[in-house]
T-cell receptor, first 114, second 113 residues
Framework: EAQVTQNPRYLITVTGKKLTVTCSQNMNHEYMSWYRQDPGLGLRQIYY???????DKGDVPEGYKVSRKEKRNFPLILESPSPNQTSLYFC?????????????FGPGTRLTVT | AQSVTQPDIHITVSEGASLELRCNYS??????LFWYVQSPGQGLQLLLKYFSGDTLVQGIKGFEAEFKRSQSSFNLRKPSVHWSDAAEYFC???????????FGAGTTVTVRA
């Protein structure tokens, strides 16, 4: 089954404790992206990657890091989480060869930073 | 840069009634337009998309949307809602040759019996 998976689905952590949220897709997509969803703000892009070893900042990159060492994986790293990073995070992927530009979303990771 | 406005934060509709969700976009050329739905506790599912051609687009679950260039709008409609349509709906705009999507703030739909 074609899908984007994220782990963990729920995470409660404390300020300053480094964490990684994993994202994996099995559709051989070149493009992957991370969004955060906050009430009243919709989804805002954090980082995206056009292919392996190619990443770039989105609209709200501060406090986040990403890497793309393999095509299928695109982890999101919070090196020193703060309470304002409490949010719902979504990973998405898309194919550059597809005309639809449709992005497939993972199920989301709800992060709470205390 | 593109942007999206969804003027209605929350809409309540009776089961069986029609539904229309508004979406206005800002973009200098013809954009790529999308509607996504997010059911409680779920990820986002694509309902429909517009790239070019016929301005009335059919999607899944009985939804349709109409692109109106003169009004910079892409409103979503459904003739008769079902209780399972209760969800949050997001309009998004993208640019050709650019994978960046800009999302609206979302509209929450409540369906009453």
């Amino acid at each position: 089954e074609a899908q984007v998976t994220q782990n963990p689905r729920y995470l409660i952590t404390v300020t300053g404790k480094k964490l990684t949220v994993t994202c994996s897709q099995n559709m051989n997509h070149e493009y992957m992206s991370w969004y955060r969803q906050d009430p009243g703000l919709g989804l805002r892009q954090i980082y995206y990657s056009m292919n392996v070893e190619v990443t770039d900042k989105g609209d709200v990159p501060e406090g986040y890091k990403v890497s793309r060492k393999e095509k299928r994986n695109f982890p999101l790293i919070l090196e020193s989480p703060s309470p304002n990073q409490t949010s719902l995070y979504f990973c998405a992927s898309s194919s550059r060869t597809a005309p639809s530009y449709e992005q497939y979303f993972g199920p989301g990771t709800r992060l709470t930073v205390t | 840069a593109q942007s999206v406005t969804q003027p209605d934060i929350h809409i309540t509709v009776s089961e069986g009634a029609s539904l229309e969700l508004r979406c206005n976009y800002s973009y200098g050329a013809t954009p790529y337009l999308f509607w996504y739905v997010q059911s409680p506790g779920q990820g986002l599912q694509l309902l429909l998309k517009y790239f070019s051609g016929d301005t009335l687009v059919q999607g899944i679950k009985g939804f349709e949307a109409e692109f109106k260039r003169s009004q910079s709008s892409f409103n979503l409609r459904k003739p008769s809602v079902h209780w399972s349509d209760a969800a949050e709906y997001f309009c998004a705009v993208g640019a050709p040759n650019d994978y960046k999507l800009s999302f609206g703030a979302g509209t929450t739909v409540t369906v009453r019996a």
